[in-house]
């Protein structure tokens, strides 16, 4: 998928909004500050290419990016703030849901997970999501270079506990860190 330039398309805020199901995508899920825009940033080789997800008023958009001619990758909003309003979360969450029961051409979502946090509950309710959407997943784990070794394997145990419960799982789990490179090659073999 990556053997061309990526660049970003557009923010979608609805889904009259999103470009024509022309080209397969994969979508890029997490809470928020779980290293997302980094995540992008290292698989596509471009520094600050996903830095408008983390604009505020950005948040909330879907964002496209194409990459060659074939291909988009789609960066989800970042869910789990603490602070944002009710209205805000439920209009982003029925976006959510309309775009993954929705999009034919979505091929797998990958669902980021904060190694040093493990599952948490708003990761399950996406999780949920999409097994409910019928969308394969398989899980990242993001910042693997800031956890202790002796609080990995238990934490991998939670995430395998986790994903065993959802049938949309793929039980392979991707370990990554942006910031020292680790996995970001495994990950794109795998997109
Ligand atoms: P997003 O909100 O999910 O898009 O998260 P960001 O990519 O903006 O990252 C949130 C914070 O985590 C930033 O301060 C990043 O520098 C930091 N971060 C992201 N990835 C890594 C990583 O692999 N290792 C470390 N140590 N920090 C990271």
């Known amino acids: 998928m990556f053997a061309g330039e990526t660049d970003f ?10 470009p024509p199901a022309e080209r397969i995508e994969v979508c890029f899920a997490g809470r928020s500050n779980v290293g997302k825009s980094s995540l992008i940033n290292a698989l596509t080789g471009r520094k600050a290419l996903a830095r408008a997800s983390n604009t505020p008023g950005r948040t909330q958009e879907i964002n496209y990016f194409t990459v060659g001619e074939d ?18 979360v439920e209009k982003w969450q029925r976006l959510l ?29 996406i999780m949920k999501l999409l097994d409910t959407s019928a969308v394969t ?9 800031k956890i202790k070794e002796k609080d990995r394997e238990p934490m ?5 506990a986790a994903l065993s419960r ?14 020292k ?5 495994t990950l794109r073999a795998v997109i």
């Open 9 to 18: 398309l557009k923010g979608v805020v609805k889904m009259d909004g999103l």
């Open 71 to 88: 291909h988009f990758l789609v960066d989800l909003p970042g869910y789990g703030y603490a602070n944002a309003p009710v209205a805000v």
């Open 97 to 125: 849901k309309q775009y993954l029961s929705g999009r034919q051409t979505l091929r797998r979502a990958f669902v980021l997970i904060d190694s040093r946090h493990g599952v948490k509950k708003v990761d399950e309710e």
């Open 137 to 145: 997943f398989q899980c990242v784990l993001t910042k693997e270079d």
């Open 156 to 160: 991998l145990r939670q995430v395998r």
């Open 166 to 179: 959802h049938p949309a799982a793929f039980p392979e789990i991707i370990s990554t860190s942006s910031e």
């Open 181 to 185: 490179g680790w996995g970001i090659g």
